[in-house]
């Protein structure tokens, strides 16, 4: 029997539980018109980079959605016990995941009226009578950011995501990496806009992410906006400059840095070690939750990123869409590549699920086709 190898979880400043990043204080407007950069103190244009300069408003609202979403998030988890709920696929799902959707549909549908929300979450968990509480509190903390929900209006909004697939059309995670949340660990709020199939805009935030891994005392909290052909950027999740970000050129494959989920059920181990053994890589995976990983790769603190599916799953197991999509315009805008495993782009036309790709390689983008071409010798 293979041995799981050793795996570096990150020891990241600021991170233990009950210890949470200070988010900045967003500044109530009594009227509201426009983006969300008009209701909250948050400047989308500061220091942008001027060459991007398409969907503008598009960015505007992505960007005022997932940091209020953030927000919300770690208002949740600033609670000394928030519920879980278990959904019928038997994973978790808090309030703060379904407060976020309810959050960014409203924000979205607000802006962009005619365009679809596919989201991970539905309000059918909290329209069970016995779960009444559970929606009065997710309408709670949603009033802050919101003052005119109620409960309906809550429901409405959460349902909102559940549209189908359009030629242009949203694709929301409200909560990446719900364990990870619910442990005090990383998380992310994902969001891409997606048009002919064509990933247009992709904007992460992630509360619990340190703007570098390896700085001391860095400031805790980011958000990753990428839009097509405009390159990626990232900055504080308190507000500040954005910053263009690259990824690392690898030459030597040897010396890649692999980053994988702490979840071990994501991705088929022992294939991985398979292909790291392959490809004689060197270093020890770091493990993180959630898509956050895209954002890594993609401003050079790691290399490589796979979902092998597992074994027993591998002919029917597909990826969501909401999963992949923010992060893998955030990685390909900043140099890297993101395809299936046998090298395919992946197929954001069809459904929720990517029904026609077979599991996920990200990579910095100077590896890929090696990779891809192991992956092949292996029979992976």
């Known amino acids: 029997m293979a041995t799981e190898a050793p795996r570096t979880a990150i020891a990241l400043p600021g991170l233990r539980v009950g210890q949470r990043a200070t988010l900045l204080r967003w500044r109530w407007e009594d009227s509201y018109a426009g983006s969300g950069c008009q209701r909250y103190n948050v400047d989308c244009r500061q220091n942008q980079d001027q060459s991007i300069v398409n969907y503008e408003k598009e960015q505007q609202v992505a960007l005022a959605a997932v940091v209020m979403a953030a927000q919300l998030c770690q208002n949740v988890r600033r609670q000394p016990d928030f519920s879980t709920l278990t959904k019928a696929d038997r994973s978790p799902v808090t309030l703060a995941d379904l407060g976020a959707q309810a959050l960014v549909c ?116 980011v958000v990753f906006m990428a839009v097509a052909g405009g390159g990626s950027q990232i900055r504080p999740l308190s507000g500040g400059a954005f910053q263009r970000i690259q990824t690392r050129p690898v ?74 999509a923010a992060g893998a315009i955030v990685l390909a805008e900043a140099g890297g590549q993101v395809t299936d495993l046998d090298g395919k782009p992946l197929d954001f036309t069809i459904g929720p699920k990517l029904s026609q790709n077979r599991g996920i390689v990200a990579t910095c983008g100077s590896i890929h086709q090696q990779v891809i071409a192991a992956l092949a010798e292996l029979g992976i």
Do not use: C
């Open 106 to 221: 409203q924000h979205l549908l607000a802006a962009f009226p005619q365009d679809p929300i596919v989201g991970e979450e539905s309000a059918d968990i909290l329209q069970k009578p016995e779960n009444a509480s559970l929606l009065r509190d997710v309408t709670d903390f949603v009033k802050p950011f919101l003052p005119q929900a109620t409960a309906t209006a809550v429901i409405d909004w959460i349902n909102g995501g559940n549209a189908q697939l359009g030629p242009r059309y949203w694709t929301l995670d409200p909560i990446d990496g719900t364990k990870g949340f619910i442990r005090g660990d990383q998380y992310a709020i994902a969001l891409a806009l997606i048009e002919e199939g064509q990933i247009k805009l992709g904007a992460i935030a992630a509360p619990a992410l340190p703007m570098a891994l390896n700085q001391l005392n860095p400031e805790i909290g």
């Open 251 to 324: 030459t030597d494959i040897t010396q890649v840095q692999p980053i994988e989920s702490l979840e071990s059920t994501h991705s088929d181990r022992p294939r991985q070690q398979a292909l790291a053994a392959h490809l004689d890589i060197q270093r020890t995976p770091v493990a993180l939750d959630s898509l956050a990983k895209y954002g890594i790769i993609a401003r050079g603190e790691a290399d490589l990123f796979l979902r092998i599916p597992l074994a027993q799953y591998a002919a029917n197991y597909r990826e969501n869409i909401w999963d992949h």
